[in-house]
């Protein structure tokens, strides 16, 4: 009796998997005649053939061997929160292979929702349709890892987009060397709509009065001038002809040269021409045709100008003998300072800062 009714619980257990019970075949509306239901098998029929167990499922409570307890494998379930991306790596392979090509995910998770969309996207419909646009535009293959650690975010933009932003470059005479490389350098370039762009050139153009080849120059030199906010570029602008007191074309000039210095911070700004204007004496000119100075340590230049007085040799204009270029005074390294410039040894020079 109890083989009889395990074998009846099984059939029934098979029946739940395979379809509806056989009363609902028999009352099957429509038209046409029923279909017959199946019979089932007498109490004291023969045992159902042995390949039905492996159609059932196991129950929980049933008892295996150890044999079998060792072939289980149980696959590692994702967390359903996490607070880096690294748990999920193993699992996705979306984020595997972003890894494999340089991006730095411990960046990427500190950014807005960044790592939720990473999760979302599926590689192959999602990821591999922008890394070719990536390519198509010239980012090469080092430079793949880095711009999307930087801006994730272009996934979610559509490839049409991006190539209609790219058209535009082209039509304002930005070669595709000029572009592969505003791109590279500025990741967040694309996601700015065409009128966005526009207006950045414009003002670029207009603030500086520059002619439009000019401006080409400029931006792309420094690309994430036409990314990065406007403000402290207003500011510096402001502050290079009110502050500093340099006129228009001084600005102009000093700003292809040197395009850093129109989002330089303010304060090493007007501390370095305080010093070099009021204390070393250079005039305007002279900054103008020899802005590097700004881009350099306010220290090195204290250092290296107080040896030269101490020498006798603080000479900075042109026409006096013994002159000494302020491109030089800053950009050499020690040794050619020593040598070159001060006439002196390095160790000298070590001697006289361990005085200050």
């Known amino acids: 009796m109890a083989a009889r009714a395990s ?30 239901a199946p019979a089932l098998p007498a109490p004291d029929s023969a045992a159902p053939p042995e390949d039905w167990d492996s159609v059932l499922p196991l129950s929980a409570l049933e008892e295996i061997s150890e044999e079998e307890a060792v072939q289980i494998v149980a696959e590692p379930l994702l967390p359903f929160e996490s607070f880096t991306l690294r748990d999920y790596v193993d699992r996705s392979e979306t984020l595997t292979k972003l890894v494999h090509l340089g991006v730095d995910l411990s960046k990427v998770e500190k950014l807005r929702n960044a790592g939720q969309l990473l999760l979302r996207l599926d590689f192959e419909n999602d990821i591999k349709k922008i890394l070719l646009f990536l390519k198509d535009v010239g980012v090469e293959d080092n430079q793949l890892g880095p711009f999307l650690t930087k ?44 009128e966005r762009l526009d207006n950045r050139l414009g003002f670029f153009q207009k603030e500086l009065g520059l002619s439009v080849q000019k401006t080409r120059d400029l931006v792309s030199r420094l690309p994430r001038l036409l990314t990065g906010s406007l403000e402290p570029v207003k500011e510096n602008l402001a502050v290079c002809r009110i502050e500093l007191g340099f006129r228009p074309n001084e600005i102009q000039h000093i700003a292809l040269k040197i395009p850093k210095i129109l989002t330089a911070n303010k304060k090493k700004l007007t501390e370095t021409f305080d010093y070099v204007h009021n204390v070393m004496g250079i005039p305007h000119h002279i900054l103008t045709n020899f802005p590097q100075v700004f881009n350099s340590s306010l220290l090195k230049i204290k250092e290296r100008h107080m040896f030269l007085t101490y020498l006798g040799r603080a000479q900075y204009d042109p026409r006096q003998p013994s002159y000494i270029s302020v491109d030089k005074l800053v950009s050499v390294p020690n040794e050619v300072f020593c040598t070159e410039i001060a006439k002196a040894s390095v160790q000298d020079f070590m001697k006289f800062l361990k005085t200050l």
């Open 151 to 194: 801006n994730p975010y272009v996934f979610t933009e559509d490839v049409e987009a991006l190539e209609t932003r790219v058209a535009y470059l082209k039509s304002k005479k930005f070669g595709k060397e000029a572009i592969a490389r505003m791109v590279s350098r500025a990741p967040f370039l694309l996601m700015f709509s065409v």
């Open 7 to 36: 074998w009846l619980i099984r059939s029934c257990a098979w029946l739940r998997l395979v379809g509806p019970s056989p009363a609902r075949w028999r009352s099957s509306p429509g038209p046409g005649p029923a279909l017959p």
